[in-house]
């Protein structure tokens, strides 16, 4: 029943919309600054009908600033595209295991899901936080199962969350239960065919429950709020009821008694005698049944009609299996399709409402009696020189009241423009010309040239304009929770400059909001790393919302780097500790192509395109780039020499390594120590004397060393000074988790904004406040030289991660 729309009887009291509450206030305001003089307040005094006019004029503002937000924003459509769905600003990607469950539920072919921590394979090891392995049911309906898998992958990277993974992605195969027993049905029954497809149905609804998903109406219609519906991820086929997603957990044992609940449910069911659950030869349960943990729960549908038997009073009914199957087939086929739902049914969407003309104004000359002469009436002709002279005297005083009001109602059609997302808006006082809207204005006006101007100098300045655009900016991410602090730090400007800067940050909160629906929803969410990794796509949440508030510019692009995606994997070649070891060339070959030469050696764990230097041999020494490569072999790119042929030599990548940048500091410079056969290492460190570190990327200091000597510019080391090698890499040698819910941010020092030192520390700030907590927080800043190598080794890593 639909409640009908009605103007209230009571008008709200201490509001603009009451006009009694109005006029009590402009009576007392009279007699606080003019008691003494202006003592009679009755309505006959022409200075108490003015005030009767203004309040009217008042209540008609406040009334159309209590209208329903579709009749302010009226037809503008722009201004509707700037109000977020519920599906859009409410759901978010996903963050707990339900969220995962419900992703990978809503791919077809999948019937359930389950995500399980990954746990260490054998005593001593420790799997890194954040890894985890998928468990998937498939519906009757798969027959592709490896196609199922990948499509697994996909969606479940393309939702990945900061600092986790998915190691494993495991279809269980199905078992096949049987069921034996008795069946009595009804004398009643029309069509036992039916009766046996529905007891069959509900027997592996038990065993292999279906995921229901709902439209948004369904839901509402349950008593569900909009903000418990839209919070999780959005899918495809509908929302998943979470209370119904924690029943349907992993089914490890059976019960019969279950089982006859079910059976006894189905219309026309009236014993059920001796059942027995099994799933082969002689392992038959009568009450509970145990499941092998690493399958599926499925029933064997022939088997099960072969052994069951059923009765009506005591005579046993011969079936026809196959319409049985048939149907049995049909009711299973309903519950595991899903259907794509229409944007309506999974979002509620705002229709464009009416253009109400919100910002036009009536004078509040127009309403005053007749005997004032003003307004539409006017004064008759016969009137005298003097009516008509203070009839224009009082349409000038008026005029300012008119022109006050006037600019309000402009203040409030524009609305959408003060409160919407378009950067390059700095007025934010609106006026609005009396002209034609005030009877006889133009008999008062000095002239139409000079009122124009008086309304254009009302608008305020530049300057104004901005201060007032960044605080209405401020009110819209207030409503979402936000702040936007300011990144003009540093030397103070002023002039052209400082607005330019107050510009610069008005577009920034614009881009912020405009951006806001995926920076709230995927501020934790991971980069897709099975496609490339852009910085205009796809890069992480965090990163996003990291660039958005700090106003990042092309040229002040930086690096986060996940340390949960720099884990070994089974299959990689080398290691942190590994990567620069020296191997030894035991002979060079002339290759099939003139342009190469073939390095042969014991083993090797280079690819093609890696850097490496050769040392030992007169005739290869040198860089050179990797062309090809066989298990004991590998081709560099030059010119195979005879005088080389018998030679040995010694070869060492040069190539950067993401881990080497990340989990290893900077040595400053090498240096010749007064202790012979010593070399000073200059670094700020925290060694101490013993300590056990390992160098890389200088080939006459690559590998273990100890701490002999410790100051406050560097450490020593027992190895004799090499003039060769000015600098390297080290890293202390002690257990401990690298990769575990840790992130690295690598910011260009010598670029942009970020030279100044104030500024540096503002970007270390925001990081760390936009940073999730229970992530540790890596900040390097690196020399224009150190980007220049670490962003190939990014690049180099991003490019084999999306292989594996």
């Known amino acids: 029943m639909s409640i009908p729309v009605t103007i209230p009887k009571e008008v709200p009291k201490d509001s603009a919309l009451s006009y009694d509450f109005l006029r009590s206030e402009g009576i007392k305001t009279i007699q606080r600054l003019a008691g003494d003089s202006w003592t009679d307040h009755n309505t006959h005094d022409p200075g108490i009908t003015i005030m009767e006019q203004l309040c009217y004029a008042i209540t008609d503002l406040a009334y159309r600033l209590d209208y329903d937000i579709k009749d302010i924003l009226g037809n503008n459509v722009a201004a509707y595209n700037e109000l977020y769905s519920p599906a859009t600003i409410l759901t978010n990607n996903p963050v707990t295991w339900s969220d995962l469950r419900k992703v990978v539920i809503d791919i077809k072919g999948v019937k359930n899901a389950w995500i399980e921590k990954i746990i260490a394979e054998s005593e001593g090891q420790v799997a890194p936080k954040g890894l985890y392995q998928v468990i998937v049911e498939k519906d009757d309906l798969v027959t592709a199962e490896r196609d199922l898998k990948q499509t697994i992958k996909e969606r479940l990277s393309a939702n990945r969350q900061l600092c986790e993974d998915f190691e494993e992605i495991r279809v269980f195969d199905k078992q096949r239960i049987q069921l034996t027993g008795t069946i009595e049905i009804s004398d009643q029954t029309d069509d036992i065919h039916a009766v046996v497809a529905d007891i069959l149905y509900q027997i592996q609804t038990n065993l292999s429950p279906a995921i229901r998903f709902y439209t948004l109406q369904e839901l509402l219609n349950h008593g569900k709020r909009i903000d418990e519906i839209f919070d999780g991820p959005v899918l495809e086929h509908g929302f998943i009821n979470n209370e119904e997603l924690e029943r349907h957990d992993r089914k490890l044992e059976i019960h019969a008694s279950d089982l006859i609940k079910e059976m006894m449910d189905v219309r026309g069911v009236v014993t059920v005698q001796e059942l027995l659950v099994q799933s082969g030869i002689n392992d038959g349960k009568n009450w509970v049944y145990y499941l092998d943990p690493t399958k599926t729960p499925t029933l064997n549908v022939q088997d099960t009609l072969q052994s069951l038997q059923f009765t009506i009073q005591g005579l046993k009914v011969a079936l026809n299996t196959n319409q049985v199957t048939h149907l049995y087939h049909q009711k299973l086929l309903a519950s595991v399709t899903k259907k794509e739902l229409s944007l309506t049914e999974k979002d509620i969407l705002l229709s464009v409402g009416k253009d109400r003309k919100i910002g036009s104004y009536y004078s509040l000359q127009n309403l005053f009696p007749i005997n004032y002469g003003i307004g539409t009436s006017g004064l008759p002709n016969s009137a005298t020189v003097q009516?008509?002279?203070?009839?224009?005297?009082?349409?000038?005083?008026?005029?300012?009241?008119?022109?006050?009001?006037?600019?309000?109602?402009?203040?409030?059609?524009?609305?959408?423009?003060?409160?919407?997302?378009?950067?390059?808006?700095?007025?934010?006082?609106?006026?609005?010309?009396?002209?034609?809207?005030?009877?006889?204005?133009?008999?008062?006006?000095?002239?139409?040239?000079?009122?124009?101007?008086?309304?254009?100098?009302?608008?305020?300045?530049?300057?104004?304009?901005?201060?007032?655009?960044?605080?209405?900016?401020?009110?819209?991410?207030?409503?979402?929770?936000?702040?936007?602090?300011?990144?003009?730090?540093?030397?103070?400007?002023?002039?052209?400059?400082?607005?330019?800067?107050?510009?610069?940050?008005?577009?920034?909160?614009?881009?912020?909001?405009?951006?806001?629906?995926?920076?709230?929803?995927?501020?934790?969410?991971?980069?897709?790393?099975?496609?490339?990794?852009?910085?205009?796509?796809?890069?992480?949440?965090?990163?996003?919302?990291?660039?958005?508030?700090?106003?990042?510019?092309?040229?002040?692009?930086?690096?986060?780097?996940?340390?949960?995606?720099?884990?070994?994997?089974?299959?990689?070649?080398?290691?942190?500790?590994?990567?620069?070891?020296?191997?030894?060339?035991?002979?060079?070959?002339?290759?099939?192509?003139?342009?190469?030469?073939?390095?042969?050696?014991?083993?090797?764990?280079?690819?093609?395109?890696?850097?490496?230097?050769?040392?030992?041999?007169?005739?290869?020494?040198?860089?050179?780039?990797?062309?090809?490569?066989?298990?004991?072999?590998?081709?560099?790119?030059?010119?195979?020499?005879?005088?080389?042929?018998?030679?040995?030599?010694?070869?060492?990548?040069?190539?950067?390594?993401?881990?080497?940048?990340?989990?290893?500091?900077?040595?400053?410079?090498?240096?010749?120590?007064?202790?012979?056969?010593?070399?000073?290492?200059?670094?700020?460190?925290?060694?101490?004397?013993?300590?056990?570190?390992?160098?890389?990327?200088?080939?006459?200091?690559?590998?273990?060393?100890?701490?002999?000597?410790?100051?406050?510019?560097?450490?020593?080391?027992?190895?004799?000074?090499?003039?060769?090698?000015?600098?390297?890499?080290?890293?202390?040698?002690?257990?401990?988790?690298?990769?575990?819910?840790?992130?690295?941010?690598?910011?260009?020092?010598?670029?942009?904004?970020?030279?100044?030192?104030?500024?540096?520390?503002?970007?270390?700030?925001?990081?760390?406040?936009?940073?999730?907590?229970?992530?540790?927080?890596?900040?390097?800043?690196?020399?224009?030289?150190?980007?220049?190598?670490?962003?190939?080794?990014?690049?180099?890593?991003?490019?084999?991660?999306?292989?594996?």
């Open 387 to 804: 009516r008509k002279a203070q009839s224009r005297q009082l349409i000038a005083y008026l005029t300012l009241f008119d022109q006050l009001l006037a600019n309000h109602f402009a203040q409030l059609g524009d609305v959408h423009k003060l409160l919407g997302l378009d950067s390059s808006m700095d007025t934010t006082y609106v006026t609005q010309s009396l002209a034609g809207v005030v009877p006889g204005l133009e008999e008062v006006l000095v002239s139409k040239e000079g009122y124009q101007n008086y309304l254009n100098a009302t608008e305020e300045q530049v300057a104004q304009g901005i201060q007032r655009k960044n605080k209405f900016l401020n009110h819209l991410l207030a409503r979402f929770g936000e702040t936007f602090k300011t990144y003009t730090l540093g030397d103070q400007k002023e002039g052209n400059e400082a607005v330019v800067d107050r510009q610069k940050l008005i577009e920034d909160k614009v881009r912020f909001l405009q951006a806001y629906p995926v920076v709230s929803a995927d501020r934790s969410k991971g980069f897709d790393y099975r496609k490339p990794y852009t910085k205009d796509d796809n890069f992480s949440g965090l990163e996003k919302r990291i660039a958005l508030k700090l106003g990042v510019e092309k040229d002040e692009q930086f690096y986060m780097v996940e340390h949960l995606l720099l884990r070994p994997y089974a299959n990689d070649a080398t290691t942190f500790e590994n990567y620069y070891e020296i191997g030894e060339i035991v002979a060079f070959e002339a290759s099939d192509v003139s342009t190469t030469t073939i390095c042969i050696v014991d083993t090797h764990n280079l690819t093609e395109g890696e850097q490496i230097r050769i040392t030992q041999n007169e005739t290869y020494n040198g860089t050179y780039t990797v062309q090809k490569v066989s298990a004991t072999s590998f081709e560099i790119d030059i010119p195979f020499e005879v005088a080389g042929t018998n030679g040995t030599a010694n070869w060492q990548r040069i190539q950067p390594n993401l881990r080497h940048h990340l989990f290893s500091n900077p040595i400053v410079s090498l240096e010749t120590s007064p202790n012979a056969g010593h070399t000073f290492c200059n670094v700020s460190h925290t060694l101490k004397i013993g300590d056990l570190i390992t160098i890389g990327g200088a080939q006459g200091y690559d590998g273990t060393h100890r701490v002999t000597n410790i100051t406050d510019q560097g450490f020593e080391i027992e190895v004799p000074f090499d003039q060769n090698f000015t600098t390297a890499r080290y890293h202390k040698n002690e257990v401990k988790d690298r990769y575990s819910l840790q992130l690295s941010f690598v910011f260009p020092e010598e670029v942009g904004r970020y030279q100044d030192p104030v500024f540096q520390n503002f970007v270390e700030n925001m990081v760390r406040e936009e940073t999730p907590v229970h992530f540790t927080t890596h900040i390097y800043w690196a020399t224009q030289q150190e980007i220049t190598s670490f962003k190939k080794a990014h690049e180099d890593f991003m490019a084999s991660i999306q292989q594996r």
